[in-house]
């Protein structure tokens, strides 16, 4: 027994310092354009592409950073002809890294006016899909990813992205832009949606009146960890359940198994970085399906609070108005329609300079 | 829990951990840990299945102890009866509940009748069809005297769910596996080294052959109606791979595992697209379930023995129920009923056991005739397992008719990387053929154990290469 342990924990320790070593390799923003431009996360290869070859939009721009919230959710073209100079360079998927990432390629060569950071409705989990393509080993490590299991499933996407890596520059590829260019050069990163959400779905989801079992999760830590059709439970039963949810949470909010608070690391220091460069920073709640409603019969709020939140956060009182199929392209996101009347409610918060 | 998955890379080390640290001297322990490390790793996927695990455990060991309390043939025969009803039950019910009744509609509306029945919106409980069968074989053979009861029930449980073969075989018999549950396990290093071994081939085979494969597979079969011939016969060639990559080397893991902890399973594949005939190939592929439906269906109906037609009735019925068991869809059926048109004149002929060797043995390469013999055994496999893989018959003979068809464009891209993996792969298997699988000689091959380390690195970091574009294993499904 011993001597197998003592062979495998070689092989295995091995593999990690090879997975380590290959993880170590940074690519270029070519391989990255080549590696999103044809998929779901084309707005990345936008966003190199921008920060690359077209600074006059960055410079003295507010900037907007996030997940596919942003993307569809703020209507920079319409920004902009309101005399706000502003940007959206949201990608798809959750992770505040990819906001991190994407602030520092943009202080290195541009100066905006100010960086506008997604406000989730609850801290992000895990790591983005793409974070092994952006980042080194040691550079997300150095910006607060400790070890655990999202590290190590980094650690083995990115071995496998720089052996691909190895082969992509050993055959001397360059990225084909064609079909892209109009795409690539476009002046406004929101992506719109003109699809509308299905019936069923839409009355599933919002949350008027008695609200949604979805909202009422989210807000359980403001109702003693308890639903409401849980009220009338027996004390021991409600006692049983408060406990294990709140078990839960604390046994889920660490970094030792996968990223809860380290999520929250990235966005800080995002910020911490803006500020040493004397960018402005602040951000911004965009709504989802379920805020659109009233009335409630529990506590509610349409984010969680964190300290973050002192630099400034855009939130409107009401997304009532949202209030229509018309406007949603599904449960989590916006479409066009409703990103225009959503974009228009925020344009005096962006003009008010005392922000 | 899949066995290429993060969470299984954890359960594993804790669960051999606990084996043979904790409970090491202790027989009955061990089996109660194998039992609940079984209920854990199926409840992972969904717990609300374990009773059916439960439950067919607890029927067929009451019926073996009552086959064993009496020798009344009626009584010994109602209770075979009970076990077979109850097991092939549960199976019918959430295998082939719906196909018969859509089936029974569409067959009342061809005749102009209108016949309503209910379908039910039933998820097909994982790895259904393999542990039944393996609790049958249990009363079976208890039945049939071949085996003595057993009267430890945490044993027999450990027999039914245990988890490495637990979702997708090797179907093992009573005969074989039980026993092992009451012998004292010690760890022997080479055993161990053999299973890791396996286990580093069988995920080299679903990572990185099978996945790989399947990316290609799922675009051309979802799309065949765009491709022309060439493309077309490339998705069932790269199908083949990934069907033989995903079984086997679910197998290859499974079989590794169970030597991780002092078990030895049957082999389930033997090289079979390397096959002189059909029969050859019939024998080296999915052996578990070809030799169960042999023992258990074919000899008692007199298999190859009696009249012309009796060997063609039972040719067609062994093929057709493995076919069947497959899945609930005709192109099952059609695939078994092909491959007895396959295999009948070599029945017919008495040649179906020309080829009980392995091909080209001691020579490194075959002989013309034996190549011819491999790439037409290997292409008629080919078109049975279009239907394997198609949607629905119509699907499939559309598939057929596009192969033929005048678009002969090769207008589909793809990494030229997958042809050099494949074709290590088969150079690979070609050289460990006579093996029980493709790398277990590799210490006699590459006699410097640094080369040999060299090896399973490369091995290793190919599979981490090719890790995230996981799928489920095929056989899950059945």
């Known amino acids: ?355 | 829990m899949i066995f290429n998955s993060f969470d299984f890379a954890i359960f594993l080390p804790i669960v051999f951990f606990l084996y043979w640290f904790v409970t090491k001297n202790n027989l009955k322990l061990q089996n109660l840990l194998i039992v609940a490390a079984s209920y854990v790793f199926y409840g992972w996927w969904d717990y609300r299945f374990l009773s059916l695990i439960a439950f067919s455990s607890i029927v067929d060991y009451s019926i073996g102890i009552a086959l064993n309390n009496t020798e009344k043939k009626s009584s010994r025969k109602i209770l075979l009866i009970t076990s077979l009803c109850t097991n092939l039950g549960l199976l019918g019910f959430f295998k082939y509940y719906n196909f018969f009744v859509s089936n029974f509609e569409s067959a009342f509306s061809f005749f102009g009748y209108k016949f309503e029945g209910y379908t039910l919106d039933i998820i097909l409980p994982v790895g259904i069809s393999f542990y039944t069968f393996q609790t049958l074989s249990y009363t079976i053979d208890v039945y049939r005297k071949n085996l003595n009861p057993t009267k430890d029930f945490i044993a027999f449980s450990a027999f039914v769910s245990f988890f490495p073969q637990l979702v997708a075989g090797p179907i093992e018999r009573a005969s074989n596996l039980l026993p092992q549950f009451f012998k004292k396990r010690n760890f022997n290093y080479n055993f161990a080294v053999d299973g890791t071994r396996q286990i580093l081939w069988g995920l080299f085979k679903k990572v990185v052959i099978a996945d790989q494969c399947a990316i290609y597979v799922n675009t051309i079969f979802d799309n065949s109606e765009h491709y022309g011939g060439v493309v077309l016969i490339l998705g069932a060639l790269l199908f083949a791979f990934q069907i033989y990559g995903d079984f086997s080397g679910y197998s290859d893991i499974a079989i590794g595992i169970s030597k991780l902890f002092g078990f030895n399973l049957m082999q389930n594949f033997a090289f079979p697209y390397f096959s002189r005939d059909i029969a050859e190939f019939w024998r080296r592929w999915h052996i578990s379930l070809s030799t169960w439906f042999r023992d258990y269906l074919y000899i008692p109906l007199g298999g190859s023995r009696g009249s012309l037609g009796k060997k063609i009735r039972n040719t067609f019925i062994i093929f057709l129920v493995s076919g069947f068991w497959h899945g609930a869809n005709w192109t099952f059926i059609v695939w078994g009923g092909l491959n007895a048109l396959y295999f009948l004149p070599l029945l017919l002929t008495k040649k179906n056991r020309h080829n009980l060797d392995t091909v080209a043995e001691n020579r490194l390469l075959p002989t013309p005739k034996e190549l011819l013999q491999l790439l037409t055994t290997f292409s008629i496999t080919l078109i049975a397992w279009i239907f394997f893989r198609a949607e629905n018959i119509g699907h499939a003979f559309s598939y057929l008719k596009n192969i033929f068809s005048s678009n002969s464009s090769m207008n589909f891209e793809m990494e030229y990387s997958i042809f050099i993996l494949l074709l290590f792969f088969l150079v690979i298997e070609w050289l460990g053929r006579t093996k029980l699988y493709a790398i277990a000689s590799v210490e006699q091959t590459l006699k410097s154990k640094s080369i040999r380390w060299v090896f399973y690195l490369v091995l290793c970091f190919t599979i981490i290469g090719y890790m995230d574009n996981q799928q489920d294993f095929i056989y899950f499904q059945f």
């Open chain 1, 1 to 355: 027994m011993k001597r197998y342990l003592k062979e495998l924990s070689i092989i295995v320790f091995i593999v990690f310092i090879g997975t380590y070593i290959l993880s170590e390799k940074s690519f270029s923003d070519d391989f990255i354009i080549y590696k999103t431009i044809d998929t779901h996360y084309k707005k990345v290869a936008w966003n190199l592409n921008t920060i690359n070859n077209r600074k006059e939009l960055l410079d003295n721009s507010t900037i907007f950073l996030g997940s596919s919230i942003v993307q569809g959710g703020i209507n920079d073209s319409l920004l902009n002809s309101a005399g706000i100079k502003a940007i959206n360079m949201g990608v798809p998927h959750n992770g505040n890294e990819l906001t991190l990432y994407f602030q520092n390629r943009i202080l290195k060569s541009s100066t905006p006016k100010k960086i506008i950071y997604l406000k989730g409705k609850i801290p992000y989990s895990g790591l983005h899909k793409l974070t092994p393509l952006l980042y080194t080993s040691s550079q997300l490590l150095k910006n607060g990813q400790t070890i655990n299991f999202d590290y190590l499933n980094f650690l083995f996407k990115k071995s496998k992205l720089s052996l691909e890596y190895f082969a992509y520059n050993l055959m001397g590829r360059k990225t084909d832009y064609d079909g892209h260019e109009s795409f690539l050069s476009k002046s406004f990163g929101q992506i719109n949606v003109t699809n509308e959400i299905l019936e069923s779905d839409y009355y599933k989801y919002i949350g008027t009146g008695e609200g949604t079992r979805v909202d009422e999760n989210f807000n359980l830590y403001l109702n003693d960890y308890l639903y409401k059709t849980e009220k009338n439970d027996s004390k021991i039963v409600k006692t049983l359940k408060r406990f294990k949810r709140k078990t839960t949470q604390l046994i889920l909010k660490n970094n030792f198994f996968f990223n809860i608070e380290n999520q929250q690391k990235f966005i800080r220091n995002a910020a911490e970085n803006a500020k040493k460069r004397e960018v402005n920073n602040e951000m911004i709640y965009i709504p989802i399906l379920i805020d659109v409603g009233s009335n409630y019969s529990y506590s509610r709020s349409y984010y969680k609070k964190d300290p973050l939140d002192d630099n400034g956060i855009i939130h409107l009182d009401s997304y009532n108005f949202l209030a229509n199929r018309d406007y949603w392209d599904d449960k989590d996101h916006l479409n066009q329609r409703g990103s225009e009347l959503f974009t228009e409610r925020i344009i005096p918060y962006l003009k008010d300079n005392n922000r």
